[in-house]
């Protein structure tokens, strides 16, 4: 097993983003439509929040409830973005090693961590599901 691998080589680099402008259904289509879970937010090219599927699940009631389709509209028509995400979410940068990483997803609860370049730009997204791949691969 390499011991310091980078995470730049299990992560995502082709980041699907939304806008901090954007509305909620654009989040829930591109959600839907690629299958992903976590979304970084970017306000004028900088990262300013993080939304996942289980943040959307939290503000609609059709699946739960039948004849609620118009309940989550009137919600998603109501809130915004900002209102829903995770603001300055934690980023690591491209150099911290899989390990590294396997410990912050231990310590701080989280699923999925931007990851960034030098200058801080959005580099790539990690989540608990490629660090989980990763070891797989080792054994």
Known sequence: MKRREPVSTIMTSSVLTVNLNDDLHQVIDLINHHKIRHV?????????????RTDINRLTFSSLFDGQDDADEAVLQMLTIA?????????????????????VFTEE???????????????????????????????
């Open 40 to 52: 970084p937010v970017l306000n004028a090219g900088e990262i300013v929040g993080m939304i996942s």
């Open 83 to 103: 209102q829903v995400m995770t603001h300055k979410p934690r980023t690591i940068p491209a150099t911290m090693t899989i390990r590294e990483v396997a410990e």
């Open 109 to 139: 609860e989280f699923h999925a961590l931007p990851v960034v370049s030098g200058d801080n730009t959005l580099a790539g997204i990690v989540t608990t599901t490629d660090v989980i791949n990763y070891l797989l691969d080792q054994y």
